[in-house]
């Protein structure tokens, strides 16, 4: 697995092919109209190849053991946040993606739950628990327009005590990004209930849209 080393986005991540549809900003058309609730999201590589199927087995397949070499890319992707000049981001709380409790139920786990707690041993911050949960069960985001899936997340995360994610800097974490609006919902409620910065991190950025959590 290759780690996606061309132009991005400077704001969401968007892999993108050429300076061309710029206009000599370094925001993608999407940004330069409007806003995500997340102050930077990158992604480790594409949602295809080999990284892709690795994805799709620990995800559905379960296999668990992929958790932590998948962790490594996500700590390798997270030094392509960027600061302004400034020093390295200090984040004091990694968290997870939430899954509604019925889904987790039927899955028996949370990927980016795995995912936060190994990246957690290498990067030594710690993961919180039920800081941020998905109130609702929403429907699966597959095959939904960007539109739409905005929708379909949009209250679906509540923070239970504001108190515990006040004034912090956190690193959210699910597998894939697609559209956006499944971190940007989940950002959207951290930062309501006082976070300083919340920034997303994922493994994969799907070129169309594919299951997200």
């Avoid at 990246?119 to 960007?146: A, E, I, K």
Wanted: glycine share 10%.
């Amino acid at each position: 697995m290759q780690p996606y080393d061309g132009l991005e986005c400077e704001h969401c991540g968007l892999f993108l092919g050429s300076t061309l549809g710029l206009h000599g900003t370094e925001l993608c058309g999407l940004c330069r109209r409007a806003s995500y609730s997340f102050d930077q999201a990158r992604s480790f590589a594409e949602y295809d190849g080999v990284l892709g199927a690795l994805i799709r087995r620990f995800k559905y397949d379960a296999w668990f053991p992929l958790a932590k070499p998948l962790a490594r890319c996500l700590q390798e992707a997270s030094g392509r946040f960027t600061t302004g000049g400034k020093s390295p981001i200090q984040f004091d709380l990694i968290l997870p993606v939430p899954l509604h409790r019925n889904r987790q139920r039927k899955r028996g786990f949370n990927q980016a739950q795995l995912l936060a707690a190994n990246l957690s041993r290498l990067n030594g911050v710690r993961v919180g628990g039920r800081d941020c949960v998905r109130m609702r069960d929403t429907p699966p985001q597959t095959g939904l327009r960007g539109a739409e899936r905005r929708k379909n997340v949009r209250g679906a995360f509540a923070v239970p005590e504001p108190g515990r994610v006040k004034g912090a800097s956190i690193l959210l974490i699910d597998d894939v990004l697609t559209t956006g609006a499944t971190l940007d919902a989940c950002a959207a409620a951290l930062r309501e209930a006082g976070a300083a910065q919340v920034r997303a991190l994922t493994l994969a950025r799907a070129r169309k849209p594919q299951p997200e959590s």
